[in-house]
């Protein structure tokens, strides 16, 4: 009998690194393993600090070629001093705490709102005509009203918020309930889950990155309702200072306010994803 017809015993166990039933040939390693995605997200970091550093280059650029801008040393200026005399403190808090009430309280309401058209035809039936109705005007729209009937304190501009914000995520969520594989479903239902058990372990799970991409984009109109809210009925907060800046054409004080809002919702929205990321680990990206 020759090397070429000796055939390894059914009994012997396959060699160290070698998949079964393939002899002692090693598996192959499974592409985008941890190294390639570490490498992925260093690259993409330093595409962002490139992309701000270049959008901060081209900005002093226009400005000192003429364009009516402040340069980003006197809004560095401007903001250090506001922040001296508290005026910048007081606004950041003002409004961050106007946002975050609004955006909480409208992602609260607005997910199991969602689940609820999403799960029950019953629900879909009798809230789906008024949350599309009131999906085409937008919140700003509604303000004037909100004022009359609420006042001019703090109340109108969480409300317009929240409405902003419950908009935007219950539409995602409910996007994501009717979503789902169906044959997930029904596999649960042959294994004998009752219908809490497949809302729990297999609706929820499946529908949440659709709530987290819903509650970033209700973070962005909660952040552009409110400085517009803040425009018209406010004594404090960074729309309400960058009014009043305006009036006295301090271009500098209207780039702080500017660049706080861009940085504040900047923050929150990375918070999202780092949410999502540790919500969705299951999912597959790119």
Not at 5 to 19: K, L, W
Not at 133 to 159: D, H, N, S, Y
Not at 259 to 272: A, K, Q, S, Y
Request: hydrophobic share 50%.
């Amino acid at each position: 009998m020759t090397a070429s017809t000796v055939r390894p015993s059914p009994d012997r166990p396959p060699a160290a690194g070698a998949a079964p039933g393939t002899g002692d040939h090693p598996a192959p390693r499974a592409a985008g393993g941890p190294r390639r995605r570490t490498s992925r997200r260093t690259t993409v970091r330093v595409l962002n600090v490139v992309s701000i550093v270049g959008g901060i280059a081209i900005w002093w650029v226009l400005a000192l070629a003429g364009f009516q801008f402040p340069t980003p040393p006197e809004v560095v200026s401007k903001a250090v001093e506001l922040w001296q005399a508290g005026t910048l403190t007081q606004d950041v808090l003002a409004s961050l705490g106007r946002v975050l009430t609004g955006f909480l309280l409208g992602s609260a309401l607005a997910i199991p709102v969602g689940f609820l058209m999403g799960w029950y035809s019953v629900a879909r039936g009798l809230l789906e005509p008024w949350i599309q109705f009131f999906r085409t005007i937008p919140p700003l729209a509604l303000l004037p009203l909100v004022l009359v009937l609420m006042g001019i304190g703090e109340l109108p501009k969480v409300f317009v918020i929240f409405l902003a914000a419950f908009l935007a995520c219950v539409i995602s969520t409910y996007q994501g309930v009717v979503s789902v594989d169906r044959t997930l479903i029904n596999a649960a239902t042959v294994l004998g889950a009752k219908d809490g058990t497949i809302f729990a372990r297999v609706v929820v799970p499946a529908s949440t990155p659709f709530i987290l991409v819903g509650m970033r984009v209700g973070l962005g109109s909660s952040w552009a309702t409110l400085v517009a809210a803040e425009l018209l009925a406010a004594q404090a907060g960074l729309g309400y200072r960058m009014q009043q800046a305006q009036l006295y054409y301090d271009l500098a004080t209207i780039f702080v306010g500017i660049v706080v809002i861009g940085i504040l919702g900047l923050v929150m929205d990375r918070l999202l994803l780092l949410a999502e990321s540790k919500l969705t680990g299951w999912q597959e990206r790119r």
